[in-house]
């Protein structure tokens, strides 16, 4: 009997089944669900987004964390995160871009009619967010120290006036440009350039004449790719200071289209500004040359360096330091470049010819601003370079890419690749052979500075040796006996074999393959003649108001030479 009492599976069970499943399945494709849901949101917005950006006159960029208080210019609530335009300042919450895209009026490059003089033209306000530790130029108190969207920025002169302020003053005033006025090109100054040009007019000094004759525009040259990405945002920070029109990134612009620009200015008056490292500015100055080529002579600029990246010896010989992170801001270093002084700089042509078989191919030709070496420094370049270019992303920081140079260093104090390079290699210094000790390198030298702010020529101890200077047609050679010699010379416990100066430097590699490097750009070499000679001047610009302990030292080294003599 208890055997036929005994149910089948009850229906509510299955049911109950069907419901834990049911359940189940809820839980889990609901946040797949949700999650795909919000991504197409989030895509539809960026693709609006990029529209606004593409259309607009404006220079907007995203941002997910303002650095300091933000107000919206259009709702005035407080913001987190947002939109700001890199050239006016405007900055928004993202729903009310398109608003302020509308309402408000970005720089304007050029003046839409000419009918304005050059010192007519009005003040340009953007109401609210003002720089920190502003202070109004009517009542001389700080600015923007409301918790709301208050008072008012010229996005011109930089001015910062008080809303109570602007009622009573300044509002019918017009704008002088300010601080940077010598820097700037005027809106008003391209339209009158334009109408020249309609009217085949190429008289341009007469146009400039009335802005002085201490107007020396500036044009900034950034390389949006070095300094960990930095030059991105120095672009942003120049074009609101600026003229947007003479704020270029040479990876979008390359520099020769971009220093045409010197080509509607008077004659000797444009500066150029180059944030990047090195290898930029070297970029840089060949487009100098190709001006040079086109009978552009008039027009060439004197060159000032905003540091970025590592091993920035020219910068540093010019002045102009080892290396910027954002210690200064951009304003001090457009007072600096105005500060500044020219001076020349030897440039030298380096033409290498192949032995043998490869003789038959066109002669290879670089050109040095700052060294050229063979052995392990550029050993040690050419492995950095290689693994640099398989995996970018892992050399983005300064203290990694030195300990990098640290391992490869080590490496080759142990390996010794470079070994007996006097018996591969013969030099000569002006037509004359030079007898070569036991050496493994040979650095020849343009500029005081060498593997990142080392002095090589003037040395240390007893024995004194005359400054090497950047523009006396000289170059000054050396050699070292191994990684583990360049290791001391950089702590200052050891000298480089002094070789000589010259004119003239041949070198010749008779056999096996070796490291060669100019200015950072290294490759391996067979058997070969190196022919470094005197290519032309570049055109400078000094810095003298920060001096290293190096630089110090080797004045006062200098200065007792002289009472000596």
């Known amino acids: 009997m208890e055997g036929e009492r005994r149910p089948g599976p009850p229906a509510q069970s299955l049911l109950a089944d069907g419901h834990l499943v049911l359940w189940t399945l809820c839980s889990v494709l609901l946040p797949v669900f949700i999650t795909f849901w919000c991504s197409l949101q989030r ?18 960029r995203d941002t997910d964390l303002f650095s300091q208080p933000t107000y919206c210019c259009v709702c005035a609530q407080h913001i987190l995160q947002g939109a700001f335009c890199d050239c006016c300042g405007l900055r928004v919450d993202e729903g009310c871009l398109k608003k302020a895209d509308k309402r408000f009026q970005c720089k304007e490059i050029m003046l839409k009619s000419d009918g304005r003089a050059a010192d007519a033209m009005p003040h340009h306000w953007i109401r609210g967010n003002v720089p920190l530790c ?53 809106p008003s100054y391209l339209t009158s350039i334009n109408q020249m040009r309609k009217d ?17 525009p500036l044009i900034v040259l950034a390389n949006s790719r070095s300094g960990t990405n930095m030059g991105e945002g120095l672009l942003g920070e120049f074009r609101i200071l600026l003229n947007p029109v003479q704020v270029f990134d040479v990876t979008k612009t390359p520099p020769i289209k971009a220093l045409q620009l010197c080509t509607l200015l008077p004659y000797y008056s444009a500066r150029v500004l180059v ?62 470049v105005m500060e500044a002084d020219g001076i020349k700089l030897d440039r030298w042509k380096v033409q290498i010819t192949n032995k043998g078989y490869y003789n038959l191919r066109k002669p290879k030709e670089f050109t040095m601003n700052n060294y050229f070496s063979i052995g392990p420094d550029a050993l040690m370049a050419l ?36 070994k007996d390079l006097n018996k591969k290699v013969e030099l000569e210094l002006d037509g004359e052979q030079v007898e070569l000790p036991n050496l493994e390198g040979i650095i020849v030298l343009n ?13 240390m101890g007893d024995e004194t040796y005359p400054l090497a200077r950047h523009d006396d047609g000289l170059l000054e050679v050396v050699g070292v006996y191994g990684s583990f010699h360049c290791a001391q010379i950089q702590v200052k416990l ?28 290294p490759w391996a070499q067979g058997p070969c003649t190196v022919t470094i000679t005197h290519k032309t001047h570049a055109l400078m610009l000094y810095f003298s108001g920060e001096q290293t302990d190096d630089d110090l030292s080797s004045a006062s080294d200098q200065e007792d030479i002289k009472e000596a003599e």
């Open 383 to 418: 492995n950095f370079h290689a693994h640099r270019e398989k995996a970018p992303s892992l050399f983005s920081s300064r203290i990694l890419n030195k300990a990098v140079y640290l391992f490869y260093g080590t490496k080759d104090c142990l390996v010794q690749e470079c």
């Open 275 to 336: 944030c990047g490292g090195d290898g930029t500015v070297g970029w840089v100055l060949d487009a100098v040359d190709e001006m040079k080529i086109k009978g552009q002579e008039k027009y060439i600029p004197q060159v000032a360096v905003l540091p970025l990246g590592t091993g920035n010896d020219l910068s540093n010989t010019l002045g102009w330091g080892t290396g910027y992170a954002g210690e200064i801001p951009v304003a001090q270093v457009l007072r600096n």
């Open 494 to 521: 050891a000298n480089p074999f002094r070789i000589g100066q010259a004119h003239t430097v041949r070198l010749i590699l008779k056999c096996s393959m070796m490291p060669m490097q100019v200015d950072g750009e």
């Open 134 to 186: 502003s202070y109004c130029v009517v009542c001389k108190q700080q600015c923007g120290c409301q918790p709301k969207l208050c008072d008012h920025r010229c996005i011109w002169c930089q001015k910062t006036i008080h809303d109570e302020c602007m009622k009573n003053s300044l509002k019918n005033e017009k704008c002088d440009f300010g601080e940077f006025k010598n820097l700037i090109i005027p």
């Open 200 to 216: 085949k007019k190429t008289n341009y000094e007469v146009l400039a004449s009335k802005f002085g004759k201490q107007w020396t």
């Open 447 to 459: 500029i005081g500075y060498w593997g990142g702010g080392c002095r090589l020529w003037e040395g």
């Open 43 to 60: 895509s539809r917005r960026q693709l609006h987004r990029r529209d606004i950006f593409r259309k607009s006159k404006h220079g907007w």
